[in-house]
Each structure stands twice: as structure tokens, then as C-alpha cells.
């Protein structure tokens, strides 16, 4: 099992950035690759980066790559979004979750927390 808690949302404006956490409890956290994901009201969770179990293979949705990072501190079973240049349309619900592989497909991942609000405004 794994829990994970997501931390680092708030509201910015336009043009700014935000950096959320994802703190993961238990001994197996380097065993997991991890993603972020994000659901914005009326439609459905899509895929905004992963990342690998020693911090390799990262990738990302293309409308994030250039602004948004995704790195993780397994000494301290944390994986972190860093996000920058934040545009309205940012504006979510971001949830980090767990799996065997960096994938993009949220049905493949086997943990996830409970998201943390983001807003951008114009």
C-alpha cells in the first residue's frame, strides 16, 4: 500500500508558477514511478507528466512540456510538479499517483491521493 498527499496548490495569477508536492508513506516508494494528473470541472482526468523510479524517463503531456517539471527525492518519498508560465486553462484539480511504469494513462496507476485545488487567474 501507498498513500500519497498532494500539497502546493493555490491561486496565482496568470503568468506565475506553483510547485506541488506529493508525499508518499511506506518503505516502497522508489519501487513506483510516479505521475500527475489533473481534472478541471466537467471533464475528465487527463495525463500531465511521469516520471520513472530513479527520477529517469520523464515526459509530459505537449501542452505542459517547456513549463512544467517533474522530479522526485526518493530519501524523502517525494515527487514534486514544478510549474511555470501557469495559464488559465491550468486551472484543476492536479492528483499525483503511483504505478509499475511511467505511464500516461491514469487506468494503469495503481495509487493515487486526493488532489490539490489550482487556480490561475487572468
Known amino acids: 500500500q501507498v498513500q500519497l498527499v498532494e500539497s502546493g496548490g493555490g491561486l496565482v495569477q496568470s503568468g506565475g508558477s506553483l510547485r506541488l508536492s506529493c508525499a508518499a508513506s511506506?518503505?516502497?516508494?522508489?519501487?513506483?514511478?510516479m505521475g500527475w494528473f489533473r481534472q478541471a470541472p466537467g471533464k475528465e482526468r487527463e495525463f500531465v507528466a511521469a516520471?520513472?523510479?530513479?527520477?529517469?524517463?520523464?515526459y509530459y503531456a505537449d501542452f505542459v512540456k517547456g513549463r512544467f517539471t517533474i522530479s522526485r527525492d526518493n530519501a524523502k518519498n517525494t515527487v514534486y510538479l514544478q510549474m511555470n508560465s501557469l495559464k488559465p486553462e491550468d486551472t484543476a484539480i492536479y492528483y499525483c499517483?503511483?504505478?509499475?511504469?511511467?505511464?500516461?494513462?491514469?487506468?494503469?496507476?495503481?495509487?493515487w491521493g486526493q488532489g490539490t485545488q489550482v487556480t490561475i487567474s487572468s
Open positions: 499517483a503511483a504505478a509499475r511504469r511511467p505511464l500516461s494513462n491514469p487506468g494503469l496507476y495503481n495509487y
Open positions: 511506506g518503505r516502497t516508494f522508489s519501487s513506483y514511478a
Open positions: 516520471i520513472g523510479l530513479n527520477g529517469d524517463m520523464p
